[in-house]
């Protein structure tokens, strides 16, 4: 089973739906939570970042996590294009970082 | 810009060839780390360097030798490479002991 489990989709959502990403995780000793954006032809940049479980939220996204399901979730509302991306979800226990594969959307206009 | 600079942007290399990658942080981090990105996968942490000094290889073939001679410079030297190797290899950097890594824009590397 791997530490860390995302659907690579790919994601197709018209301009201003809810784009909904979520990861599953195995290992309970994951504290800090963290999603991050990758554009094409770019490294991944951090996005949100959760310590512990509980919502967070900034500007059209919001950060959800319950440890205990193991279950993590990203919510974008009023999508853009320019959220067309692929959206790693991360952890961390003992300050080493797992990642899931990642899950490509694409905000149709 | 995200303040950590990765050159060069793309490289091709043969099987028989010698290079090298280098990674540049802006940060005043003190830890940096290589990572390896392959298409569908999560991303595969490499090597972690903390105050300069190696601290995690995470069981990486020798053919890859990282080499880190200051907090701000990180160099990942490559010998007789295979083509499973091609990957994005993206370098990142954060506090030592901190969570959140900040990401270079990577070197796409095709070995033929």
């Not at chain 1, 032809?41 to 500007?59: A, C, F, I, Q, V």
């Not at chain 2, 003190?30 to 090597?47: D, G, H, R, V």
Request: aromatic share 12%.
């Amino acid at each position: 089973q791997k530490e860390v489990e995302q659907d690579p989709g790919p994601l197709s959502v018209p301009e201003g739906a809810i784009v909904s990403l979520n990861c599953t995780y195995s290992n309970s000793a994951f504290q800090y939570f963290m999603w991050y954006r990758q554009y094409s032809r770019k490294g991944p940049e951090l996005l949100m970042y959760t310590y512990s479980s509980g919502n967070k939220e900034d500007g059209r996204f919001t950060a959800q996590v319950d440890k205990s399901s193991k279950y993590i979730s990203l919510f974008i509302r009023d999508s853009q294009p320019s959220d067309s991306a692929t959206y790693l979800c991360a952890m961390s226990a003992d300050y080493k970082l797992s990642f899931g594969a990642g899950t490509t959307v694409t905000v149709r206009a | 810009e995200t303040g950590v600079t990765q050159t060069p942007r793309h490289l091709v290399m043969g099987m028989t060839n010698k290079k090298s990658l280098k990674c540049e942080q802006h940060l005043g981090h003190n830890a940096m780390y290589w990572y390896k990105q392959s298409a569908k996968k999560p991303l595969e942490l490499m090597f972690v360097y903390n105050f300069k000094e190696q601290t995690e290889n995470n069981s990486v073939p020798s053919r890859f030798s990282p080499e880190c001679p200051n907090s701000s410079h990180l160099f990942l030297h490559l010998h007789t490479l295979q083509p499973e190797d091609s990957a994005l290899y993206l370098c990142a950097s954060s506090q030592a002991g901190g969570t959140e890594a900040f990401f270079g824009q990577g070197t796409r590397l095709t070995v033929v």
